[in-house]
């Protein structure tokens, strides 16, 4: 009995001493790289549901694997989609006579800034596209 009593000692003695450690605060560059993946995020999966409105389908969000996913697979996800949706663009300006290039914008670093900032010009680029096919929709009308 007393063994087991000290072995109940000990055990709750050494947590006292050497406490199971307590998760780190996220770091400055952590939060800014959520920040920055969770805003490509928003601005993908709008260009993606403009081009689905415009098509007549639903809009698309993303799922419950989106948070099983670190800020690496989000930005390659978002990548993919962005690849979709430059492609599926291109279709639709192609048909209105709009003549679409895409400049390269290089490999980007591995870091989730570098990828942010690539991802940005790259919907830019979509962005004017909307707006030219916007523009020969309106001279059509008239």
């Known amino acids: 009995m007393g063994l087991i009593i000290a072995g109940a000692v000990n055990a709750y003695t050494k947590t006292l ?3 199971t450690p307590v998760p780190e605060a996220l770091t400055k560059e952590e939060v800014k790289a959520d920040r920055l993946v969770e805003q490509i995020k928003l601005d993908v999966f709008k260009v993606a549901n403009v ?3 415009l098509n007549g389908y639903k809009d698309v969000a993303p799922g419950v694997d989106w948070v099983m996913k670190d800020n690496d697979e989000r930005m390659d996800f978002l990548e993919e989609m962005l690849d979709i949706s430059e492609n599926l663009l291109s279709v639709d300006a192609r048909k209105m006579l709009i ?3 895409y400049a390269s914008t290089g490999a980007p670093k591995e870091d989730i ?3 942010a900032l690539a991802i ?4 830019a ?3 004017g596209l909307f ?6 929709l ?3 009308a008239a």
């Open 131 to 136: 707006r030219s096919m916007s523009a020969k």
């Open 51 to 53: 081009w689905n409105a």
């Open 113 to 115: 800034e570098s990828r």
């Open 17 to 19: 001493i050497d406490p």
């Open 99 to 101: 003549s679409v290039s």
């Open 125 to 127: 680029v979509l962005i």
């Open 120 to 123: 940005n010009s790259r919907l």
């Open 138 to 140: 309106r001279a059509d």
